[in-house]
């Protein structure tokens, strides 16, 4: 389905945060994520659960905001992130260590889910201002992700896919925080 790949892909930005809070203890059961680096297993495993959010809340933006420049970037965030959820399935089919790794499923993580359920809860200038910081705070996690994999990814055709993903999730970013400063 065309829609399971985005939504995978925004599974796997929303569950950043989540893998940039794993301890670096050795006991510690979970993704092996350091400062300066991060594992195939939780890049694959992250990205199209916080793509599938992103299209999302995006969605329910262009539905719920009354803010013609809220709902120009939530078109923005839909269209990149769709694209980037196809990328992320062309360069997960070309992966040299990715064929035993499963992307989540295309159900959002329970966090997420979380997320998304407090933005269809609200409305008005409520619903811009939760929009706009769910989005300044998911896109300040994914691009430590990409970048994080950019520079110390295992997997040459995901590494080359943050690569090519992190100017635009940067630019969003940018964008997102020009929104806030628009809406205070």
Do not use: C, R, W
């Amino acid at each position: 389905m065309k829609t399971l790949l985005p939504l995978v892909a925004v599974a796997l930005l929303a569950g950043a945060p989540a893998a940039f809070a794993q301890s670096n203890n050795s006991d510690a059961v979970g993704p092996m994520v350091t400062e300066n680096k991060l594992d195939t297993q939780t890049f694959v495993t992250t990205v199209p659960n916080a793509n599938m959010f992103e299209i999302e809340s995006s969605k329910l933006a262009q539905e719920k905001s009354a803010s013609a420049d809220v709902k120009a970037f939530a078109a923005q965030m839909i269209k990149d992130h769709s694209k980037a959820g196809e990328d992320f399935k062309t360069a997960l089919s070309q992966g040299q260590t990715t064929a035993s790794i499963k992307p989540a499923g295309p159900a959002l993580q329970p966090k997420e889910q979380q997320l998304l359920d407090d933005l269809k809860a609200a409305s008005g200038k409520e619903f811009d201002a939760k929009y706009i910081k769910m989005q300044a705070d998911e896109h300040k996690d994914a691009v430590a992700l990409f970048s994080t994999y950019a520079n110390s990814g295992d997997d040459p055709a995901m590494k080359e896919f943050a690569k090519k993903t992190l100017p635009v999730l940067k630019m969003h970013e940018k964008h997102v925080k020009e929104l806030a400063v628009a809406h205070q």
